[in-house]
């Protein structure tokens, strides 16, 4: 299997809820991100694990938890998430080398609905 | 800190008519350049980006885009636009000192009908 992958592609979850998504990566490089894409809106860049150092965007309220055990998986583990929470949620990954990034790989998503 | 305006939120268009779609970007610095698409219910494609060199950078699908640090836009081109063309399309832009943190615009989306 090739690019990147994420699990699951459609998420319903109520508010009181714990889930979390999963994204692994199958091109050998060495950052990956985590994306929220809403309706008319810019993508908003929620979280980064770039050379294994993870940088953070201070907005992401904490119910918000990425975890990378390793250069080819991320997760994002959700916990009592509220209705304005439903987006999609993206996954991507690049090569970073000598301060040049070689552009994104993106999953496919997954589509998360709260109720 | 660098921004990603596109002006069209839509941009409609006949089939085999040739399309623009309009990028500006605001930076500091040097930076990168890119367009993605994103296809119903897909994530983002990387259709071209530019690093360095050639001002004119083509890519998939028959896209093409010039930059031009001047008016600091990278506008995305194509001659004759297919109706499986129809889907959003996000410019973005990175700063070369700080790799890693891709800054995208609201995305425009192209309808293409016969």
């Known amino acids: 299997e090739t690019g990147v992958t994420q699990t699951p592609r459609h998420l319903v979850m109520g508010m009181t809820n714990k889930k979390s998504l999963k994204c692994e990566q199958h091109?050998?490089?060495?950052?990956m991100y985590w994306y929220k894409q809403s309706a008319k809106k810019p993508l908003e860049l929620m979280f980064v694990y770039s050379l294994e150092e993870r940088v953070e965007n201070n907005s992401v309220p904490s119910r918000f938890s990425p975890e990378c055990p390793n250069s080819s998986h991320l997760f994002l583990h959700l916990h009592t998430l509220q209705p304005e929470d439903s987006a999609l949620y993206l996954c991507?990954?690049?090569?970073?080398?000598?301060?040049?990034?070689?552009?994104?790989?993106f999953g496919s998503g997954t589509r998360l609905t709260v109720v | 800190a660098q921004s990603v305006t596109q002006l069209d939120s839509q941009v409609p268009v006949f089939e085999e008519a040739p399309v623009e779609l309009r990028c500006n970007y605001s930076s500091s610095v040097s930076v990168y350049l890119f367009w993605y698409v994103q296809y119903p219910n897909q994530g983002l494609q990387l259709l071209l980006k530019y690093l360095s060199g050639s001002t004119l950078v083509k890519g998939i699908n028959g896209f093409e885009a010039e930059f031009n640090k001047s008016q600091t836009s990278f506008h995305l081109r194509k001659p004759s636009v297919h109706i499986s063309d129809t889907a959003e399309y996000f410019c973005a832009v990175s700063d070369t000192g700080t790799a890693s943190k891709l800054t995208f615009g609201t995305g425009t989306r192209l309808q293409v009908t016969l």
């Open positions: 091109l050998g490089h060495n950052a």
């Open positions: 991507a990954s690049s090569q970073v080398a000598g301060g040049t990034d070689y552009g994104y790989t």
